[in-house]
């Protein structure tokens, strides 16, 4: 159940909600609107009727069932009436889920601290509001490059301090969850851990916000699920990220789902990024892909940047080089602006 706050109803009044709604067995998640405040009852769904009756609570305007089985990622979790949509900060300057389109840039992965910090640069200056680069590497084959790890981690807190950009990395263990997040501001999961619910839980124990990938065989309700995972655990700054999915073609790395971005924002509240480099594996359709991302509606994009991709060692085919990112990011400029957005 959700249980809407009326306009202006008082703290005190939101307390008592809270209060009720623990005596009756349920957890509450409160979510502050700039005009009402929105509640969430989870609990056991075969006595939810319970809850009802908080509808005569003084402040409250009215209780409503959510019908989905993720709650807390579910639109209804937000005031309709007012088009609210989450807001998730990354930092002082970045925000997802406004009406700035916020671009995230870097190599797949950590290889040097030159090489980081120079890329860190050329990504800064053609535009982008984050830098990515993986310290942690999940890979198919156990012989190929894993990352550098903590080192890595180094690497991405000097290359922030060098140029003032946030960084976001993958974090694959949960026992690794409090090391990564202490050196970067956002931690990503990847798509192999999209269904790794214990690393999900562990979550909710960090305030850094969570970047969370879409698996390659992920229907959009499991995507769902996942990000209700880490909303219960007690973390609300979830990004979603589209990233491709596995289907029968072999032209691409994967199939980029489009549609998901419009269906995502038809059913959750939280922001939606696309990630055009994993979804085709070609750096050559990248920025077409990007383009379409805009304009269908994501909130960012997660670019593949390397100053040598032909001797990268993680996903150099895919890679952007600076050059070519600086002309995606002029050229993105006019697309964000025919989707009233901004850069």
Same mark, same amino acid.
């Given at each position: 159940?959700?249980? &809407?706050?009326? $306009? +202006? /109803? !008082? ?6 909600v809270?209060? #009720? ?10 979510i ?13 769904e ?8 908080l ?15 993720y ?28 009406n700035?389109?916020v671009?995230i840039?870097g ?15 050329? &990504?800064?200056? $053609? +535009? /982008? !509001? ?6 942690f590497?999940? #890979? ?18 000097d ?9 976001v ?20 999961i ?14 909710g ?20 699920m996942?990000?209700e ?37 038809e ?13 085709t ?10 383009y379409?991302a ?8 997660m ?10 060692m ?16 002029d ?7 025919a ?5």
């Amino acid at each position: 159940m959700i249980i &809407v706050m009326q $306009a +202006g /109803a !008082s703290e005190e009044k939101l307390q008592e909600v809270i209060e #009720r709604i623990k005596e009756l067995g349920y957890s509450p998640h409160l979510i502050r609107g700039e005009q009402r405040n929105v509640l969430g009852a989870i609990g056991d769904e075969r006595e939810k009727t319970r809850l009802q009756y908080l509808e005569a609570l003084p402040g409250v305007e009215r209780v409503v069932p959510i019908l989905r089985p993720y709650k807390l990622a579910s639109i209804e979790m937000k005031d309709e009436k007012a088009d609210e949509r989450s807001i998730v900060k990354v930092g002082p300057d970045v925000s997802f889920g406004g009406n700035k389109v916020v671009v995230i840039a870097g190599p797949c992965s950590v290889e040097s601290r030159d090489s980081l910090i120079d890329t860190a640069k050329e &990504v800064k200056a $053609a +535009g /982008a !509001s984050m830098l990515r680069g993986g310290a942690f590497k999940p #890979r198919t084959s156990p012989y190929a490059f894993q990352g550098l790890e903590e080192e890595g981690l180094k690497i991405l807190a000097d290359a922030r301090e060098e140029t003032g950009l946030p960084v976001v990395t993958e974090v694959v263990n949960p026992e690794d969850v409090d090391l990564v997040a202490g050196y970067c501001d956002m931690l990503q999961i990847g798509a192999r851990n999209v269904q790794n619910f214990a690393l999900l839980k562990r979550l909710g124990d960090v305030k850094n916000p969570i970047l969370l990938k879409r698996g390659m065989m992920t229907t959009i309700e499991e995507f769902l699920m996942s990000a209700e995972y880490v909303l219960s655990a007690g973390n609300p700054n979830v990004v979603l990220c589209e990233r491709g999915i596995r289907t029968f073609e072999t032209a691409t790395r994967n199939t980029l789902d489009i549609s998901a971005i419009p269906v995502l924002k038809e059913r959750t509240h939280l922001p939606v990024i696309v990630d055009p480099s994993h979804a085709t594996g070609v750096w050559q359709y990248v920025k077409s892909l990007s383009y379409a991302a805009v304009a269908a509606g994501a909130d960012g994009l997660m670019v593949e940047v390397h100053l040598q991709p032909e001797i990268a060692m993680c996903d150099g085919p895919q890679s952007l080089k600076p050059g070519t990112f600086k002309e995606l990011m002029d050229d993105l400029t006019k697309f964000a602006d025919a989707a009233g957005r901004s850069l």
